[in-house]
């Protein structure tokens, strides 16, 4: 494959269906926030379903707009993944609504066909899906004991109220009739809409522009938190272990265990299990309690209390108490960054690349968003203008691009600086040009002892850091930074950006940035710089938090001990080449 080919193939997948996807989640992000909002300030029942429906007539539409395959599943893994910053203490259930939703439809639709009765019924199946999860998730969480207390106290209705006990099956082809009609009815009005706006001409929305990058968004990342593999593991086997004990009767053991699994994850996993603050828990606690006590052996002895009824009603709250402090505590470790570093590493860098574009522009899409209170009032223009941005935004995520920056590592004191003037020689013997700065350091008595900046297109030196404080110069760490060149080095960033068909150099990026200070803001705007090599001088423990901070690619990171200078310089150029940077 020549190097045109390769070049237009990564147009091809990074500006198709992902960008897509990624203008798709972002809005039905936003969209699911604001509806979420809305429904939730009313405190109306059934309001998972009627979101359920409002995400149907916003995908349908989407439908219209953009016909390829795939587009609706991608955008239901980036909402789902958006949906991991939220609050809540659980966050695997509303994920997972979100991304079945999503493969119902898309499957649904490639099953039966991209025609009016294939959308009603995808949005039929999406809906009733809705109830379905809150069945599953009962019975995960309760066990199958909830079944037969379902059937006991069905029967006792059935004795008390005759007409349920002859209509059970009409009952139940109601309630599941309810969601899908309003499934089935949300399809039909996205795909009328959708249609509509495929033939009228859109007017020109304020886009909102990719912002300043979240603090760790993916995932939800608290920083403060420390993450561990080991405490997933014994997480996830703490629950099985605790289930066995609950299932084989083993109370004493099962107390002693799940009092202190509980106890570990109150004390590790405390803002995860705000769940628990909720009243409607106990409330449900409560009831399985009293139903159990005065229905589990009422059908078979007539007996309105039963010891063993309370027995099985606390042993479900009891195993209900394992699954939410765990699943809890397994929603906060899934946010662990080297997770999301594994999927980058392992096919998922088109993934990551679409949720950083999506998180992006999530604020400004809430911005424009109509305030819950004003969602009826607005509510003809509101799925137009959703429709009209979504075609902006594309073109703004398409313009982005992807950038060339290539992360240089080493250890502290490595030769890192050293490596990167051999590779700047290396590529002005090749007619390159070259420009940025390189930080030249010197040492005392063992030590560095300071920092000069040298202006690469210019050849100037101005002094940057001193280990001994100096009037006038900002302290970080054991080091005084001088203004002067910090400002210097800003303008010599945004100088090279102009030059044309230059490679800049950053020499180096390291804490100062990490915490937003140094040449943060400017490396914002070299992150969004397309189409030209950079090389960004990072010590090799930063170098994942960079990658993390950036939006940039892990598999462009050159470690200074795995390759030499000329081997460097080749696979800088084949990766230009397939993006056609020169």
Known sequence: MNSNETHTQFNRQLSGKWLKAAVVGSIWAAFEIIVGSFLHNLRIPFAGMFLAAASVFLLVAFMQLWREKGIIIRAGIICALMKSISPSAIILGPMLGIFMEAVIIELVVWLV???MVGYILAGALAVVWTLMQKILNLVILYGFDLIKIAE???RYLAKQIPFIGTHTT????????????FGGLSAFFGYRTGSNFNHSPPSIPTVPKPGKQQENPFFGIDPSHPYSFLNLALVLV???LNLYLINSRLYLFA??????FMFFCAFRYKRALRHLKKPLIWIQFFLVILVTSFFWDYLSTGNHFSTEGLRVGLEMNFRALVIIFGFSAISVELRNPLIKLLLFRNGFSQLYIALNLAFSVLPGILEQLPRPKNIIRQRIGLMRHLLTQADHLLTQFQSKGSPLIFIITGDVHEGKTTYVEKLISIFRSQQYKVAGFIAIG???NGKRHDYKLLNLSTNRMLEFAKAQEQPG?????RFWFNPVAIKSGINILQEAQAIAEAI?????????EVQGDGWHNSLMQLALVKNKIQLWVVRRQLATTICERYALDPDFIIDIACASEEKAMQVILEKAAERSAF
Request: proline content about 2%.
């Open 238 to 240: 703490a629950i099985v």
């Open 473 to 477: 110069w900002e302290k970080f760490r």
């Open 152 to 154: 006991d106290f069905y």
């Open 113 to 115: 066909g991209r025609h």
């Open 255 to 260: 107390a002693i265990s799940g009092f202190l």
């Open 170 to 181: 009409l009952i139940v082809v109601l309630i599941f009739g309810a969601y899908a009609v």
């Open 504 to 512: 800049v150099v950053v020499d180096e990026v390291g804490p100062m």
């Open 442 to 444: 010197s040492f005392q």
